[in-house]
């Protein structure tokens, strides 16, 4: 009874003493609008990027020799840099050198955190889509071509789609590790989930609420990610049966 | 345009892999006319297929000239996808989008590339569905048909476009034997309308009753070109006579 008693107490203390379950709940927006955004750019970076590196890899061999065969070449080695560097360097480094660096002229915390985590996404995103645009056979790609589809359209309406049916799980992975991963958004200042938990932490003094409290938050944003993309891949996949 | 005039003129028509090395097409030249229903034979490796890409530049010939309709396509200031337009392909493996319905399969090219609305492209696909007997699947899945089913769904996405010449490459070598018939039989159907085709094939009674001339491939050459009375009944050259002796 006693045990139950300090447990409410530190429920009490935690979250409801001076509202102080608002910096979850504002840590939650801020980690949504975080999470959410960077997928968006994750995604535009990486397609293209894929999209780029796959054209290369397919076509440069047979190219015949141009402007388009030369940007694409340069196109290509700008992508593998962007690729080698933000793949081998950790989110936290590259987080603080946009925040202190690149875009050290703005105060506005969020967009750097987007940019950030986009930026960063985007690099893992594009070698994803990547995979699955090879994955399809070239076949499709001669169907495409040959009803008059020039070479973006044959991307968009008839391998992007399918390729991004063979990946989703992964990608799906990718966006589940980005959630987590802007946790640390905390190291620029950002209040978000996790460093809203923290706060409270600093306050009372109690470390056990705020932080199992933060970490179900993210597990069942997970959870609820996952049956989300559980549900659109039966979806997709009834093309199939 | 008269009807004696070359749809499809081919000159010198050479494709190379590393550097000369291999010579799958070694100068070709022909001329398809309008109505004419082409088919082109030759053992395996002889380049006939790599012959039959080079005609919309799915294969990128390294030497030689194709003109369709008069434009010279190989030139690389034009514009192929304009041109593809006009000319279909049935690939070997059918190709259908598995993602699309039998339906989206046809009316995707129709609305986007020329501005179809998709009641016009609908209706348009489905008298054409309705020829080939499969208009019952118009909502099905290309993994839902068989393999016969899925060739004839091929050939009527490629005609959905209203193309001018149909290019046909093995279109029957990847079916089940008693799939053959129902295919072959469309194609007939398309060369009594005077649908301009060639054929790549290994059906030699096809070859003999549709086409109204057949050209004989061996080492990226043509070795013989004649009516198929000519190369089926009196060949001349001593590689037809081999080639004809095994298949026949």
Known sequence: ?241 | MNDNTALIRVENLEKHFKQGAIKALDGINTEIKKGEVVVVIGPSGSGKSTFLRCLNLLEVPTGGHIYFDGVDITDIKTNINIHRQRMGMVFQHFNLFPHMTILKNMIIAPMKLQGKSEAEATELAMGLLKRVGLDDRANAYPSQLSGGQKQRIAIVRALCMQPEVMLFDEPTSALDPEMVGEVLEVMKQLAQENMTMVVVTHEMGFAREVGTRVMFMADGKQIEEGTPDEIFNHPKSERLQTFLAKVL
């Open chain 1, 1 to 241: 009874m006693e045990w139950f008693q300090k447990l409410q107490h530190d429920f009490y203390r935690n979250f409801i003493e001076d509202d102080r379950w608002k910096y979850l709940a504002d840590g939650l927006v801020v980690t949504l609008q975080l999470t959410f955004c960077a997928v968006i750019i994750g995604i535009l970076i990486g397609v293209l990027v894929a999209m780029i590196r796959s054209t290369y890899d397919k076509n440069f061999a047979e190219m015949r020799p141009g402007f388009g065969r030369v940007v694409l070449k340069i196109l290509n080695a700008i992508s593998k840099v962007y690729l080698t560097i933000i793949r081998g360097t950790p989110v936290v480094v590259q987080l603080l050198i946009m925040y202190y660096v690149i875009m050290a002229s703005s105060n506005n915390k969020l967009l750097v955190g987007m940019i950030a985590f986009g930026v960063n996404s985007g690099a893992y995103v594009a070698e994803i889509v990547r995979s699955g645009i090879m994955s399809i056979d070239n076949g499709q790609f001669e169907a495409g071509r040959s009803l008059g589809f020039n070479y973006v359209q044959t991307m968009r309406y008839i391998i992007i789609p399918q390729a991004f049916k063979n990946v989703l799980p992964t990608l799906a992975n990718e966006f589940i590790v980005l959630l987590k991963e802007t946790s640390v958004a905390g190291y620029i200042a950002m209040q978000d989930l996790t460093k809203g938990g923290d706060i409270i932490r600093g306050v009372t003094f109690s470390a056990f609420m705020p932080l199992f409290a933060v970490a179900l938050i993210y597990l069942i944003m997970v959870l609820f990610f996952t049956f989300l993309v559980n549900k659109l891949e039966r979806r997709l996949r009834n093309s199939e049966r």
